[in-house]
């Protein structure tokens, strides 16, 4: 079967840095997605990978491991308009995307 | 950039009655758009999957004498929730996917939240 997994909950403080992992098992790979989505409102797109490496756009910078079914989402400088769900997706061989549940990031002053 | 609006953005209806959700994609045409369902603290769960000028394709589990989709043109998509019920309540969010662009390009709507009493 298809799976994405990411932590439930990290909690950081402002300023500080930190990394949201994800891992996947999805029936082929059109690239990985990660999206910020505030309570109550869409996802808004953060980055996209589809090479192994590292992306960086201002404060998020975000990694894929294709041999490892790994990537991982870096905020740095966090500021309390951080706080969030990450969502990590990845599109499968169909072009669908599989979501994984979330990671609500909790930032402390 | 590319923009994707939804209408309404809340709304409230009685149990058994029916309600119809617009997707438009505003600056650029779509030629698939996606259809999601959110419960609070879930992630998004894809309902079906919709292409201009054919029939929706619905995942697993969702009804689609209930959710009824059209997407009648390049720039709209309407999702009908019929005969409402309770635990329909949700975050509906759509998504459409750029012409033009790669599969990558997916642009999501602000979002419908229905709540059914």
Redesign the interface.
Known sequence: GQNIDQPTEMTATEGAIVQINCTYQTSGFNGLFWYQQHAGEAPTFLSYNVLDGLEEKGRFSSFLSRSKGYSYLLLKELQMKDSASYLCAVMDSNYQLIWGAGTKLIIKP | GAVVSQHPSRVICKSGTSVKIECRSLDFQATTM?WYRQFPK?????MA?SNEGSKATYEQGVEKDKFLINHASLTLSTLTVTSAHPEDSS?Y?CSAVELAGG??E??????T?LTVT
């Open positions: 996606f879930q992630s998004l769960m894809l999957t975050f969010i599969p990558h997916q642009y999501f709507g602000p979002g939240r």
